[in-house]
Every structure is written in structure tokens, then in C-alpha cells.
């Protein structure tokens, strides 16, 4: 089992920063693809970004050139770096991982297996 936990959410104007972290418990992280998805309220959940145990990402259109998401393998964590917010960006958002071990990662929810609680993330003046 892996359990992942949020933090990082908050409230804050448009056109401003926050960074999200999740910290996971398995002893197979490093082997991993990790996700941050998010869903507003009367949407579907969306694929954020992804990185997979090699490094490599993907982004959804949306955040391109404004979010970037990393991995620390020593301290089991994910980060979401998140610049120029707008109201658009307003979501419950969550991290994810998958269950299977050393693949690409891809944006769709249906590749990740466990999820955290999410953290929310409100944009507005």
C-alpha cells in the first residue's frame, strides 16, 4: 500500500505562487510514476502533471510554461510549483501513484492506482 499525503493549498490572488507537497510512504517510491490531478466542483478531475521514475514529465496544456512539477527520491516527496495563477486554477488538487513500477506516466487518472486526500487551491481577488 502507499499513502500520500498533501499540503500546500491555500488561497491566494491572481497572478501568484503556491507549491504543493506530497510526502509518500512506500519503500518503492524511486520506482513509481507520481501525478497531481485536480477537480473543481461540476468538473471531471483533471491531469495536472505528471514524472516518471526517470525524470521525464508531462504537462496538461493548461499549465504548461507556468507549473512544474518535481520528485526528491531521498525524501519521498512530490512538489507542484505553481506560478501566474488564475481563477481557472481554483480545485481540490491531489497526488497520485501508480502501482505499477518503472513506466512512462501519463496525464490519464485511470494509470494511478492510490491517491491522497488533496489539498485545495483557491484563486481570487
Known amino acids: 500500500q502507499v499513502q500520500l499525503v498533501e499540503s500546500g493549498g491555500g488561497s491566494v490572488q491572481p497572478g501568484g505562487s503556491l507549491r504543493l507537497s506530497c510526502a509518500a510512504s512506500?519503500?518503492?517510491?524511486?520506482?513509481?510514476?507520481m501525478g497531481w490531478f485536480r477537480q473543481a466542483p461540476g468538473k471531471e478531475r483533471e491531469g495536472v502533471a505528471c514524472?516518471?521514475?526517470?525524470?521525464?514529465?508531462n504537462y496538461a496544456d493548461s499549465v504548461k510554461g507556468r507549473f512544474t512539477i518535481s520528485r526528491n527520491n531521498a525524501k519521498k516527496t512530490l512538489g507542484l510549483q505553481m506560478n501566474s495563477l488564475d481563477p481557472g486554477d481554483t480545485a481540490m488538487y491531489s497526488c497520485a501513484a501508480t502501482s505499477v513500477t518503472y513506466t512512462r506516466c501519463s496525464l490519464a487518472h485511470q494509470s494511478f492506482n492510490y491517491w491522497g486526500q488533496g489539498t485545495q487551491v483557491t484563486v481570487s481577488s
Open positions: 512506500t519503500s518503492t517510491y524511486n520506482s513509481r510514476s
Open positions: 514524472i516518471d521514475p526517470y525524470g521525464n514529465t
